[in-house]
Nanobody, 125 residues
Framework: QVQLVESGGGLVQPGDSLRLSCTAS????????VAWFRQAPEKEREAVAC????????YIAESMKGRFAISRDNAKNMVYLQMNNLKTEDTAVYYC??????????????????WGQGTRVTVSS
């Protein structure tokens, strides 16, 4: 089964940082754009960040610019989401997914696949 695996979530306080990791088992991510999405309770899944296959272009959702950063290490088959200055509204389940090709143009969930089970991030004082 082609699936990504997310890790690194947890319970943190406002202002804290977390780094989420995304990896693939049995296949390489080097030819794919990879994106992070999140879904908060009773809300639709929203795009957080995307990185092109060579890491040269990155998309960060407007509300997260300056706080979140996406990176990848193709040698390790890993994609990361660094989240700083976390806010209570960042509480959600975070998912990574891959696109069949390498671009980050128009990041919509329906264009991505191999969804993992997600990792839960809870920001609470």
């Amino acid at each position: 089964q082609v699936q990504l695996v997310e890790s690194g979530g947890g319970l943190v306080q406002p202002g804290d940082s977390l780094r989420l990791s995304c990896t693939a088992s049995g296949f390489t991510l080097s030819g794919n754009a990879v994106a992070w999405f999140r879904q908060a309770p009773e809300k639709e899944r929203e795009a957080v960040a995307c990185i092109t296959m060579n890491g040269g272009t990155k998309y960060i959702a407007e509300s997260m610019k300056g706080r979140f950063a996406i990176s990848r290490d193709n040698a390790k088959n890993m994609v990361y989401l660094q989240m700083n200055n976390l806010k209570t509204e960042d509480t959600a389940v975070y998912y990574c997914a891959k696109r069949p090709y390498g671009s980050c143009r128009i990041v919509v969930a329906s264009d991505f696949g191999a969804w993992g089970q997600g990792t839960r991030v809870t920001v609470s004082s």
